[in-house]
DNA sequence: CAGACTTGCGCAATCGTTTGTGCTGCGGAT
DNA sequence: ATCCGCAGCACAAACGATTGCGCAAGTCTG
């Protein structure tokens, strides 16, 4: 049944009853577009359009666009973000995945994310998966829930496929469709050897990370590739592994504990991190050895620690925010599809070397 | 003009055709509940209040309701976020306020905000404003626009007033319409100065925090009224200040060295916090004082640095996860309006002390 | 002065859900 | 046989913004 011209009428004086009572926004503040319209006496449509910044392509006036910002201002609208998003199906919002989010390595890359991702109107949801199966599977979904145009992983392994663009800040296994931004472990080695290499160093021992952290494989094939090249051999007594996913330094202490109980000469350590550099040195103080003087130190990742500890660090710095601000800006460039993924699977960063005390020429006795 | 039968038909029919494309759907996955009730041969009504667990309300029959379960679970339907925010005027979404992510305080805050959160199915944004004032006046306005539900401010002074719920985790002035949680500082203050007491110390030197640090204020108070209660003269000329806004140890170290300049005897430091405490130790240590032999040192939050430097570090540690965690949830009961505001303005939190080597009984020389 | 553009703007459909109200059978009471 | 009530579901109007078309004046061209 099509309804008659008089129940027309009646419905649509019910509706304009209803429009004139004051809509109760989300977020309480602020007018709708339609009563922004109605104020100017335009149509939405106009509206709508300064708003967007298409003023240029449907030919508003320059006057009404004056009125229609002016009003637009005085009376505090603000675009409904989820109309919007409704509408245009862009969330201009992106979801992280990080291991945990109290942890420095985590924070610091978020900050370069939202550097990045707030100079282009996005903004992110965060989760920390905590190294739990069970979350590590639920995050992806419940962050594409929320509509998440993008992903970034920070440290972690993604399980599935995702519908939307995946960046990975170190830690994930190369894989289709992740683009991964990671540390340039080829010049880290190089820094961190070399530098040993010119102070005289030649008997130098390894402590490598633990097997579940993404970056130890990558870090020692770099490692092995650059004493090959500048003719430093490595000795098997000489590496050990940090154990256990104890946070600190105590791992860094046992390993360099185990260290020296092999009796093999050394003349400087270098560490998988800060952390366990820490450890080291602790432990080879309490051996009655002098960083730097008997055993030169070198860390990894310049953490805040490196530089207050005593001897200070001497180590390669990460520089986590721009690992995240490029994470941020690929995704970016994914999600417009500005650039594909194929020619690049993988952006390399270049670490930088701080020079501090914990190393020295070799001493001659 | 009302459109006759033959043109509705018309529209009827391109309506449909429209509508039998696949959907390009945000996310780029699952279907509509159209699609859902279409399959199921069910209108959207009841599909819909079958999904909102309103089945009983409404008598849906088990059976249906059985029926529009599975057919959910194998098209895999996902509601549309912002189409149910649009509707329902929520967006399960609150929004934190940070000074700077990347620093250790205000990622242990926001662990526990996330924890909390998540639990209820609420994801949150964040921001930091790094001190900048026209941050600090956007960001909440952002934030807003985003259509949060309510404001965490992490150690910051929210500027003008919000139409949402805010709780502060410290550093915000009482004010209206804002609910702080804060570290009960009395205790605090009690844990260090009642254990230097205990150790013999009664000449004891204090580096307050920095002016602009919302801390600063409210411990030191506490720390005047339980020296006073312990009969602990407190002497001008044993009290600094931090200075400048550099991270780090450096404004410890530069303190300390005023306060032995000023060649006034004491046997212990209380610092205002770990990073100053460390600084204190490095100066100490320079001017040939044995950290705890001849000064004690206490800090404050216990970070992670506390516990791998030398001597380690006896401290009142804050827990930070914990505050997080209860803001989030004071939050979300201010936003459910389980709670209202006025009989608590402000929720204390309890410090713990962690004893460790940086302080000893009072030396007898 | 008629037709062709251009300018400046409005109509109305659409995104996917939620929800107040209504409608249809069917069984039991009278 | 009539009426009532309830079980079980559907209608259709929002929510607020975006956008493909369309349309009326005004300007220009010849």
Known sequence: MLPNKEELKIRSEKTKLRRARPAKQVGGHGVSLRELAAH????????SRVMNHAAKEYRIAPATQQRVLEAAASLNYHPNAFARGLRKKRSSTVGVIVPEISEGYAASVLSGIED?????KFFYFVVSHRHRADLLDEYPRLLLSRAVEGIIAVDTRLLGPVPVPVVAVSGHRRKN????IELDHLTAARYALSHLFDLGHRKIAFIKGQTFSSDTRSRWDATVKVCDSLGIRIDPQLVTQLEGIAPGSEPGYVATRELLQRERRFSAIVCFNDASAIGAITALHEAGLVVPHDVSVVGFDDIPAAATIRPALTTVRQPLYEMGRTAAMSLLSLIREEIS????????ITPDFVTRQSTAIVSKD
Chains 1, 2 share one sequence.
């Open 40 to 47: 100017l006496g335009l149509s939405l449509t106009t509206v």
């Open 116 to 120: 990045a991702l707030l100079q282009e």
């Open 177 to 180: 469709g992740v683009l991964t």
């Open 341 to 348: 993924l194929s020619p690049l699977r993988s952006i390399l």
